[in-house]
């Protein structure tokens, strides 16, 4: 996990409350919520994910896919595209919603960049990983996606942004078996303004359908992502999340999951 905070990170850099300013003074960030698969695949690179990599001495170089959710700032900074070009001409795989594609294009002018638009149902093979993308209840000016991304040891969801589950995520996961689902919940006990994200209890009812649907089983490890300060305090938070099964991470943990029967039912 290179990030596992909201957009505006935890702390909130302008926030009073003891929930920052203690944060702050114990010198604990969490930045924008981005992840290394492999050390091949990225998936959401906000403008952050490059100095996330490099804090922990870990190279983008070797990234050859890319998988963006959606256009909103905090997952994707197309800038990306440019600095890279200053350096590699290596292939790169560019996978996203419309919004998204339509967003990277501006930045490159020809280069050795293949840009592939999904949209909810639709599934794309990547090198030794297939990914499925599944519909996010998201207002991103434009479609935003979640990903059911199987590689060649383990299955994972990508679940951010995203409320409730919205219609069409139950059948497109039938009978795919999640070794690792990572899963925003962004305002701990406040309600979701938006209905665009979750928060504690609407966490815990996606996790429960989940394992009412088979995806998820007792082996499942389910890590909670895109936490803001709407959170109760991290002691606090990590506790209430044990008593669902699920768990959070600092920014730069690495995870390792799943085994060679991992599968994505395509």
Not at 84 to 97: A, D, F, I, M, Q
Request: net charge negative; proline share 9%.
């Amino acid at each position: 996990m290179l990030g596992t905070g909201s957009s505006d990170g935890w702390p909130n850099a302008w926030c009073p409350k003891p929930c920052c300013t203690s944060l702050v003074e114990a010198g604990i960030v969490r930045t924008q919520t981005s992840a290394l698969i492999d050390r091949v695949l990225l998936v959401d690179p906000g403008g952050e994910a490059p100095r996330q990599a490099l804090r922990q001495n870990i190279s983008l170089a070797g990234v050859r896919y890319v998988l963006v959710s959606h256009v909103h700032p905090d997952h994707l900074d197309p800038a990306f595209l440019m600095h890279r070009s200053w350096v590699t001409s290596e292939p790169l795989t560019v996978v996203g919603p419309k919004p998204v594609i339509d967003a990277c294009r501006q930045w490159v002018k020809g280069g050795n960049i293949t840009f592939v638009t999904v949209t909810a149902g639709q599934d794309v093979v990547l090198g030794p990983y297939r990914v499925r993308a599944l519909p996010a209840n998201h207002e991103a000016h434009g479609e935003a996606c979640l990903y059911a991304i199987a590689g060649p040891d383990a299955t994972i969801l990508w679940g951010t942004d995203t409320g409730p589950w919205a219609k069409g995520v139950r059948p497109m996961l039938a009978g795919t078996t999640l070794d690792l689902v990572l899963l925003e919940e962004t305002f701990g006990d406040s309600p979701d303004p938006t209905g665009g994200h979750h928060n504690l209890a609407s966490f815990a009812t996606a996790v429960g359908q989940l394992r009412e649907w088979g995806s998820a089983t007792a082996t499942t490890d389910i890590v909670a992502v895109h936490l803001s300060h709407h959170n109760p305090p991290p002691e606090q938070l990590y506790l209430r999340l044990r008593d669902l099964g699920a768990r959070a991470v600092p920014d730069g943990t690495p995870i390792v999951a799943g085994g060679p029967l991992s599968s994505l039912n395509l």
